[in-house]
């Protein structure tokens, strides 16, 4: 079992910059691929970003790439999603996601653990 706490979300100007974490409880939670999805109201929820749990293996949407960046901290028991260049199009309610495989995490529907999710809003 693993439980997800967001923070970090926030207001911000377009072009400014948000990091946010997610912290996780358990023991193993070194062992669990993790990512970051996004939903903007009236939309489905969708993949942002993820990160293997061994070989530090980075995926993102195309979207975000070269904007945002994640990485995980197995020590702390974190994850965190640094966004830089942010643009309105990017407000959404931030979720992180836990699952034992990378493929999976990648999936909405076959995410294993959610976060409750942190706010981020852009202003233009």
């Known amino acids: 079992q693993v439980q997800l706490v967001e923070s970090g979300g926030g207001l911000v100007q377009a072009g400014g910059s948000l990091r946010l974490s997610c912290a996780a409880s358990g023991r193993t939670f070194s062992s669990y691929a993790m990512g970051w999805f996004r939903q903007a109201p009236g939309k489905e929820r969708e993949f942002v970003a993820a990160?293997?749990?061994?070989?530090?293996?980075?995926y993102y949407a195309d979207s975000v790439k070269g904007r945002f960046t994640i990485s995980r901290d197995n020590a702390k028991n974190t994850v965190h999603l640094q966004m830089n260049s942010l643009k309105p199009e990017d407000t959404a309610v931030y979720y992180c996601a836990a699952d034992s495989f990378v493929t999976e995490v990648r999936v909405a529907v076959r995410v294993d653990y959610w976060g409750q999710g942190t706010q981020v809003t852009v202003s233009s």
């Open positions: 990160i293997s749990w061994s070989v530090y293996s980075t």
